[in-house]
């Protein structure tokens, strides 16, 4: 059974740093799409960012313009996990994080993918 576990949310101060992790299980994750996707009461699942197959031991990553220069979103030798260290973090990065892997494309969209987490929480908050 496949299955996608979050960690390391909590609450933090405008300015300050986090990290993420996500480590996906009952399956061999290297050639798929893993990225993470925020979401707010009210509104849709945003594309945050992806790290993404190339081929051979080649992936490429990619963000959101909103969290471009202060995300990096990064994979362990493994293939099977995921971390997204965020940096100046603002108010409006609160948002329940998800962690998603899939193969298809557009990796920016939600119907690309196929396994998810349960979500964790990150509350930017003075």
């Known amino acids: 059974q496949v299955r996608l576990v979050e960690s390391g949310g909590g609450l933090v101060q405008p300015g300050d740093s986090l990290r993420l992790s996500c480590t996906a299980s009952g399956g061999t994750f290297s050639t798929y799409a893993m990225a993470w996707f925020r979401q707010v009461p009210g509104k849709e699942r945003e594309f945050v960012a992806a790290n993404t197959w190339g081929g051979r031991k080649t992936y490429y990553e990619y963000y959101d313009d909103s969290v471009k220069g202060r995300f990096t979103v990064s994979r362990a030798t493994s293939g099977n996990a995921i971390d997204l260290q965020m940096h100046r973090l603002r108010p409006e990065d609160t948002a329940v994080y998800y962690c998603?892997?899939?193969?298809?494309?557009?990796?920016?969209?939600?119907?690309?993918?196929?396994?998810w987490g349960q979500g964790i929480q990150v509350t930017i908050s003075s």
């Open positions: 998603a892997a899939g193969l298809r494309r557009p990796f920016e969209i939600v119907h690309s993918y196929d396994h």
